[in-house]
Nanobody, 123 residues
């Protein structure tokens, strides 16, 4: 089983920025797709973005386009989610998931998950 560890969450004011990291224990990111999901209280986990094993980014939510950027550092086996212009509606626990299958907005496609990192947006 691959371990994924998220970090970088915290409290930020509306309009602020956070950079989340997802570091994996996998030997190499080759062939490994990593997605970011979020789950707010009382809501289902929703896909935010994914970066494919070739490095191609996919964004699933119209509400985050232009504000969030997914990227990766293969040498560090880490995927990042840079979040700018944060809104109260972005507050959630953010999870990263990994899959050898393909980038997808379906949680069932992902075989491994991190424990999540809390993002709170409040003044």
């Amino acid at each position: 089983q691959v371990q994924l560890v998220e970090s970088g969450g915290g409290l930020v004011q509306p309009g602020g920025s956070l950079s989340l990291s997802c570091t994996t224990s996998i030997y190499t990111l080759n062939g490994w797709n990593i997605g970011w999901f979020r789950q707010a209280p009382g809501k289902e986990r929703e896909a935010v973005a994914c970066i494919s094993h070739t490095g191609s980014p996919i964004y699933y939510l119209d509400s985050i386009k232009g504000r969030f950027t997914i990227s990766r550092d293969k040498a560090k086996k880490t995927v990042y989610l840079q979040m700018n212009g944060l809104k109260s509606t972005d507050a959630a626990v953010y999870y990263c998931g990994g899959t050898f299958s393909r980038c997808s907005d379906d949680t069932w496609e992902y075989s491994d998950w991190g424990q999540g990192t809390q993002v709170t947006v409040s003044s």
